[in-house]
């Protein structure tokens, strides 16, 4: 009797996420490749009605035409291409119930005799793009059905070396949506926060497909890089419940709340290989993850 009531509450809980999306409005940012067009093809055949936002227009034409939707070119650094975004997709939907703030960059950086454009401009996109997403959306969602996702990164919680830039700006996600969280609670809206570890995206291949990576890394990764499925299933389950937390693969979650105690551990394991990398990654010229408009750091 216990059994078959468990697997019925079970079953309950499946239908009732899959049918959770069937409908819902929804705007991804960063949806030309990865984790964007990922999701943005997942949450179309559950049923949800998606507008996709980005940089690289042909890119983002061809998801856009793979799933009927409509497509936005936006660079999330500008205001005015983030307002007209979200408010063309808020139209074309018929309103919003769900923004993915998941535009992001990434690039190795030695803080010491490091380019401070890569700082500058990480800390942009990363952080003002995120910031900008949100308060552009957050009169759209603000009501009892809505829910909006900052992607941060397990990169938050845990630090490593040549990633300062990227780890301080997914700690400012980190902070915006806890703070988001807050403020949309009095409208019945929620706020989640995503943390990833090494997804199998153009992000994680290029990030990590430097000498200094090699230099730092040798064969292995900083962790086992996870099929990209993984994260969209999180996703599509973090969406559906309106979770605070969504986090893949399995292990980042249990990080998130012994972050204090995991981050030491990490300094000593690794501290044997940092100064060779560091010396390479300052001699090594390389880009953002994503071509930016204009300004590409080098």
Known sequence: MFIDGTLAVMALRFKHTKSDLRGRRVVITGAARGIGAALAQRLTERGAKVALAGLEPELLAAVATRLDAPWFECDVT??????????????????????????????????????????RRTLDVNVMGTYLTLRAAGRHVAHSDGYAV?????????????LGAYSASKA??????????????PTGARVGV???????????????????????????SITKVTPLSVGIDALERGIANRSRIIAAPWFVAPVLPVRAIVQPAVDVAIRRRVAAAVDVAREEIVDLTTPQPDRAAR
């Open 172 to 185: 400012a996600v980190e902070a915006l949506g806890n703070t988001l969280r807050q403020e949309l609670r």
């Open 78 to 119: 500008d205001e005015g291409a983030v307002d007209a975004a979200v408010d063309g997709a808020a139209q074309c939907l018929g309103g919003l119930d769900v923004v993915v703030a998941n535009a992001g960059i990434a690039a190795q950086l030695p803080l010491v005799g490091g380019n401070p454009e890569i700082m």
């Open 194 to 220: 995503a943390y990833f570890a090494e997804l199998d995206t153009d992000m994680t291949s290029r990030g990590f497909g430097t000498e200094a990576a090699r230099t730092f890394l040798g064969k292995r």
């Open 150 to 162: 900052a992607v941060a990164s397990l990169a938050a919680a845990v630090h490593v070396p040549l």
